[in-house]
């Protein structure tokens, strides 16, 4: 009998999520259930501590992306897992890492909203959230995954991301793709890439941890290990320490920026699908993608030149992408489950050029390939 091959899984995403994480080399998890992202704790609660990880069921939302925090600075790949209410707490910590520049993956499988919303149902709603729900102006990378081997791929391009730039890195999956089950094959654990943070070249001595040179990254040293430094919220120098002096606050916060900015075509990513020739432009993401790729589809069969953009990388926002291809035209059609996030984003890139037509749901369901179809030939 030939054995079975130990890289083909029947994964739902969130299972996927948990297993990517594993692979890309992450030894902490802190978080709380919550629907409709608990399956990534309970998976990470059994196989975090079987490999030397800690997992730890934290008092609430807040404390857990606290000590993701504490546990990346002592040199821990770490991760937390949440949907809508939880990302909320989050936000004031998320901010706190972008500017200590502390990696860490946060994973939102959103759910419908506000507030408490519906929390067994899909939604698309926090787009914006992920972009600017911390204040001040700042960098993320904001990563949207549309399957489960999708999912699996992109949880460890988050921890690659956030090692390599310093910088949280949020994996905005929703329920649809969280509990999809489907067969995956995953890559051979010798063929994936994995990044780790850049550590000093001097010692403790002549370390400054928020160091300006040509790579606008600094190195970073873990706790624990002989080195010593000032991690704050607070506006800093090179030291770590705060400062009031003007050329200094400018320099360390233009750098903050600017390290995602001159780097965002290595970060950003799309997959373009029938958009050579095609008269109706499709931009979606997550898993009104799906529903988008079948509309293309059958728009195709019925003689319509349609094609479709998706986003694997919602921020930065790919509008040099969109730029590329949009010109030819005749309109675009943006689904997605909110009132219109995205379509925003397109319209302003495109300078309202062609026409955006929106297709929205926010009741929970999901938009069927029928919908989209429908706004392609209209």
Not at 132 to 158: F, K, N, Q
Not at 161 to 189: C, F, M, N, Q, W
Not at 300 to 322: C, H, N, V, Y
């Amino acid at each position: 009998m030939e054995k079975p091959n130990p890289n083909i899984h029947m994964w739902q995403g969130n299972v996927a999520c948990a297993e990517g994480a594993i692979a890309a080399g992450c030894r902490f998890f802190a978080g709380y259930p919550i629907t409709p992202s608990t399956e990534i704790a309970e998976v990470l609660s059994q196989k975090l501590p079987a490999i030397g990880g800690n997992f730890i069921q934290m008092e609430d939302e807040i404390a857990a992306i606290g000590a993701v925090i504490g546990a990346s600075l002592g040199g821990v790949k770490a991760l937390t897992a949440t949907s809508g209410p939880g990302f909320s707490l989050k936000q004031e910590n998320i901010g706190f890492a972008i500017m200590a520049e502390v990696p860490c993956v946060i994973v939102n499988v959103q759910r419908g909203g506000p507030s408490t919303g519906l929390p067994t149902h899909s939604a698309q709603g926090d787009v914006m959230q992920a972009r600017w729900g911390t204040h001040g102006d700042h960098p993320i990378i904001v990563l949207s995954p549309s399957s489960v081997r999708e999912t699996y791929d992109m949880t460890i391009r988050a921890f690659n991301l956030a090692e390599k730039y310093r910088i949280p890195v949020i994996l905005l999956s929703d329920e649809i793709v969280g509990h999809l089950t489907e067969k995956i094959t995953i890559p051979d654990p010798a063929s994936i890439e994995i990044i780790d943070r850049k550590k000093p070249g001097v010692p403790p001595e002549k370390y400054l941890p928020y160091e300006i040179d040509q790579t606008d990254i600094p190195a970073m040293a873990n706790f624990g290990e002989g080195y010593r430094y000032h991690v704050t919220g607070l506006v800093h120098d090179e030291t770590g320490f705060p400062t009031n002096n003007p050329e200094k606050i400018n320099a360390q916060l233009e750098r903050l920026n600017r390290k995602i900015q001159r780097n965002r075509d290595d970060i950003v990513q799309v997959e373009t699908f029938e958009t050579e020739d095609m008269d109706v432009l499709v931009i979606a993401f997550g898993s009104t993608a799906r529903s988008a790729r079948r509309a293309v589809i059958n728009a195709r069969e019925s003689g319509l030149k349609a094609g479709l953009l998706r986003m694997k990388t919602i921020w930065p926002f790919p509008d040099k992408e969109i730029e590329k291809i949009y010109k030819s035209v005749k309109k675009i059609v943006v689904p997605e489950m909110n009132l219109g996030q995205i379509a925003h984003e397109v319209e302003w890139v495109t300078r309202r050029e062609k026409p955006v037509v929106r297709v929205n749901k926010i009741n929970g369901e999901p938009i069927t390939p029928s919908e989209i179809y429908e706004a392609i030939i209209s």
